[in-house]
């Protein structure tokens, strides 16, 4: 069986591997806000043992560091985090949940005094019955992830 | 004792834990108890009311001067420089400059605790758009324990508009320190957000539902009114819904002596005149302890030793 690498390897940096097929573009939008001069392969609905299909992202020159890597677990739940160096893997890391997130994110309710003012957006983290919840440091209101949206 | 509140903040009941509380309610009944015209002698106290408010900004204003601090303000946000476009973290930055300790009220959710971040010193939350209102919730406890005698193991009747009242949201969670139990009357439109009930589940509260307020009468200890909002129903299901959640002596008739009636005020005619009469009560001495709260509140955060 041919097991060349489907996307090309890098030398140095990050590789996120097992994203759920389809997530990888939030997954990218994301990454262009925290650095837009990094250099990005990305490969979309590769196949997959675990997953089926899955998308999967390399940053080249650039390591993540894990709260980096945690804050896109909102956008691939079950990806993993790879850190390269010198073609080999160094660290591997799989994603959890951040306890509080600052600055990605913009509350939900239009009338949360973090939109007007010269403050960072701050929520606080929690595994709901369902999904991932998260409070707002200001108004205090709880949101599913699924419905906060992206600053830009 | 140790006061707990020096130089603190207060903006929302969540930050409070249960020995908090009991140190806020037991300046606030020694305070009812014998005046003092001397803690906040030299104080300057900014009030600054973003909304208007009546009950709110008065008690606030009366406690300072009760406690013999002045104070500086406004009433409404039209006439400020918020108006000119001022962010409230700058108009905080210079107004807390001027004071020993900024009351404030503002439309949006989240204002009191952005301006404490901003303010170099305590900022006490008079109520920040729908989210919190801790000194309400402080004056509700009070009144509770006042003529309870306890705040411990309570049966608790919350009746009207649950779903959009903050004062019930923040003192039931408030009573879950305490072991509370709780028993909802609301139309299904205003029934108790699944959060609150969430957070209930997870301390374990006992809670229930019921469709009138006589059902329940014979076996609680507070009933705690709020007021169905006429504009949140059409005027015809208005009528038929509100009628539900009207208090009247009748509806009083199987209840013990110790139960008592509590509403946050203004009254619309959810509870009938009727009600005033009888002992069970306590809205207007409620009212009344909103001072004490208040006054409890700014003694602790501005002395160091209050008694």
């Given at each position: 069986?041919?097991?060349?690498?489907?996307?090309?390897?890098?030398g140095t940096g990050t590789v996120i591997d097992h994203i759920p097929a389809g997530h990888g573009v939030k997954v990218l939008d994301r990454l262009q806000v925290l650095n837009s001069d990094a250099r990005i392969?990305?490969?979309?609905?590769?196949?997959s043992d675990e997953l089926g299909a899955k998308d999967i992202i390399k940053v080249e020159g650039r390591q993540f560091t894990e709260q980096e890597a945690n804050e896109l677990m909102l956008f691939a739940s079950s990806a993993t985090i790879n850190v390269i160096e010198d073609y080999k893997v160094v660290g591997k890391f799989k994603m959890s949940m951040p306890e509080t997130m600052t600055g990605v994110l913009a509350c939900p309710n239009s009338n949360c005094i973090s939109h007007n003012e010269p403050v960072q957006s701050q929520f606080s983290l929690k595994q709901g019955k369902i999904d991932v919840m998260m409070k707002c440091h200001y108004c205090e209101k709880s949101f599913s992830k699924n419905i906060v949206t992206e600053l830009h | 004792m140790e006061n707990r509140f020096?130089?603190?903040s207060i903006i929302s009941i969540a930050d409070l834990d249960r020995e908090d509380m009991e140190q806020v309610l037991d300046v606030a009944a020694e305070l009812k108890k014998n005046p003092r015209s001397d803690l906040?002698?030299?104080?300057?106290?900014?009030?600054?009311?973003?909304?208007?408010?009546?009950?709110?900004?008065l008690s606030f204003e009366t406690a300072v001067q009760r406690l013999g601090g002045s104070l500086i303000g406004f009433a409404d946000g039209g006439n400020t420089s918020a108006k000119k476009g001022e962010t409230l973290a700058d108009s905080i930055k210079v107004i807390?400059?001027?004071?020993?300790?900024?009351?404030m009220r503002h439309p949006q959710e989240g204002a009191a605790r952005l301006a404490a971040e901003f303010s170099s010193v305590p900022v006490i939350n008079g109520g920040d758009g729908s989210n919190q209102h801790p000194t309400q919730t402080l004056l509700d406890l009070f009144s509770i324990k006042e003529c309870q005698g306890t705040l411990d193991n309570l049966k608790v009747a919350f009746v009207g508009?649950?779903?959009?009242?903050?004062?019930?949201?923040?003192?039931?969670?408030?009573l879950t320190h305490f072991n509370a139990e709780f028993t909802f009357i609301a139309p299904d439109a205003l029934a108790m957000p699944d959060y609150i009930l969430q957070e209930l589940d997870e301390k374990g509260i006992k809670y229930s539902c019921a469709e009138s307020i006589e059902e329940v009468a014979h076996k609680t200890d507070i009933i705690y009114m709020t007021r169905v909002q006429k504009e949140r129903f059409d005027e015809t299901e208005f009528k038929h819904i509100a009628s539900n959640y009207v208090l009247t002596?009748?509806?009083?008739?199987?209840?013990?002596?110790?139960?008592?009636?509590?509403?946050?005020?203004?009254?619309?005619?959810?509870?009938?005149?009727?009600?005033?009469?009888?002992?069970?009560?306590?809205y207007f001495e409620q009212a009344r302890n909103g001072v004490y709260a208040r006054q409890a509140l700014l003694a602790l955060i501005l002395n160091e030793a209050v008694f």
């Open positions: 069986m041919n097991k060349k690498l489907q996307v090309e390897a890098i392969t990305v490969g979309f609905n590769l196949p | 020096l130089n603190r906040l002698k030299g104080r300057v106290v900014a009030s600054c009311f973003f909304e208007a408010s009546t009950r709110t900004r807390s400059s001027y004071t020993d300790a900024v009351v508009d649950l779903k959009y009242g903050r004062t019930v949201h923040s003192l039931a969670q408030a002596k009748a509806a009083l008739k199987e209840a013990p002596e110790h139960l008592k009636v509590l509403h946050p005020l203004p009254r619309v005619d959810e509870i009938a005149v009727e009600v005033d009469s009888t002992p069970h009560a306590y």
